[in-house]
């Protein structure tokens, strides 16, 4: 089935602290999409980062850093030196081939990032 | 002009009301969702119409019905909802319907059904 869990429920840091937050897949798929999103207070999610199954490199984004391992189905977010406006929820979310042949998300739980002053 | 713009922002509504949501965008994207998200839940597809056709219904209650008059603007017609309607309902959008296409959210409509 597919499938994607994000473990952790609510983390807290203070600023400047460096912070993962995990996601892994399940997926039949030998070719899949995944993609993070993050859902600040205001409410809109906004488009992170996609990733396809084939590119296994890690990417950065500034203080943004995604890791992506296919051998333990995971793609797990780091933020460097975190920030108050870093805080917000986070999703990670699987493209999922239906039968009608038509793609949606399957979304993780999400992770809610606290980041203190 | 990357937004998807909804209004209103905030509805409170009771259960034998009449309410629209509207959504808006301009990026010349083909595709267009409506999403419901519960308080601490993933948001969860309801309808997406691509080249203004409905393609996806996730099963919805026919208290909630979509329309799109053309390729920028999505509607959500709301009547006779129950309390447990009560979410914040996003607005998507995106150039297609293929796989590895992002999509960008509204800010959404937060709706209190009393």
């Known amino acids: 089935a597919q499938k994607v869990t994000q473990a952790q429920t609510e983390i807290s840091v203070v600023e400047k602290e460096d912070v993962t937050l995990d996601c892994v897949y399940e997926?039949?798929?030998?070719?899949?999409?995944l993609f993070w999103y993050k859902q600040p207070p205001s409410g809109e999610l906004v488009f992170l980062i996609r990733?396809?199954?084939?590119?296994?490199q890690n990417e950065i984004s500034g203080r943004y850093s995604w890791n992506f391992q296919k051998s333990t189905s995971s793609f797990n977010f780091t933020i460097t030196a975190s920030q108050v406006v870093d805080s917000a929820v986070y999703f990670c979310?699987?493209?999922?081939?239906?039968?009608?042949?038509?793609?949606?998300?399957?979304f993780g739980t999400g992770t809610r990032l606290k980041v203190l002053a | 002009d990357t937004e998807v713009t909804q209004t209103p922002k905030h509805l409170v509504m009771g259960m034998t009301n009449k309410k629209s949501l509207k959504c808006e965008q301009h990026?010349?994207?083909?595709?267009m969702y409506w999403y419901k998200q519960k308080a601490k839940k993933p948001p969860e597809l309801m309808f997406v119409?691509?080249?203004?056709?409905?393609?996806i219904n996730e099963s919805v209650p026919s208290r909630f019905s979509p329309e799109c008059p053309n390729s920028s603007l999505l509607n959500l017609h709301l009547h006779a909802l129950q309390p447990e309607d009560s979410a914040l309902y996003l607005c998507?959008?995106?150039?297609?319907?293929?796989?590895?296409?992002?999509?960008?959210f509204g800010q959404g409509t937060r709706l209190t059904v009393v």
């Open positions: 998507a959008s995106s150039q297609d319907l293929d796989r590895n296409t992002e999509a960008f």
């Open positions: 997926t039949r798929d030998t070719t899949y999409y």
């Open positions: 990733r396809n199954s084939f590119d296994e």
């Open positions: 979310a699987l493209s999922d081939l239906r039968t009608s042949g038509t793609y949606k998300y399957i």
């Open positions: 990026m010349g994207h083909r595709a």
């Open positions: 119409y691509s080249y203004e056709k409905l393609s």
